[in-house]
């Protein structure tokens, strides 16, 4: 059974920091594409980082500079490093696995940016 699980949100204030960890089990996280999304109250879900099997990185062109996605394929787990955040990132955070045959989801991670 394929289970990825989200941690690391939480609440912070402006200008703070956040790590989110995606474990991954049943499965080989590194010979996926990782995807972390987001979504925010009354928003649509919305791509924040790729980093595929070959260790490339994308991220949404309003977050670069901020948000870092790295591996650890001994862990087997997928990081969002979060810097600098705003109020506008709060949002429920989901990791996805997907090898273009089958997308897995994690159940998501709350965080929450406010002053």
């Known amino acids: 059974q394929v289970q990825l699980v989200e941690s690391g949100g939480g609440f912070m204030q402006p200008g703070g920091s956040l790590r989110l960890s995606c474990a991954a089990s049943?499965?080989?996280?590194?010979?996926?594409?990782a995807n972390w999304y987001r979504q925010a109250p009354g928003k649509q879900r919305e791509l924040v980082a790729t980093?595929?099997?070959?260790?490339?990185?994308n991220y949404a062109d309003s977050l670069k500079g901020r948000f870092t996605i790295s591996r650890d394929s001994a862990k087997n787990t997928v990081y969002l490093q979060m810097n600098s955040l705003k109020p506008e990132d709060t949002a429920v955070y989901y990791c996805n696995a997907t090898n273009n045959r089958r997308t897995y989801w994690g159940q998501g991670t709350q965080v929450t940016v406010s002053s």
């Open positions: 049943g499965i080989i996280f590194s010979m996926y594409t």
């Open positions: 980093i595929t099997t070959g260790g490339r990185k």
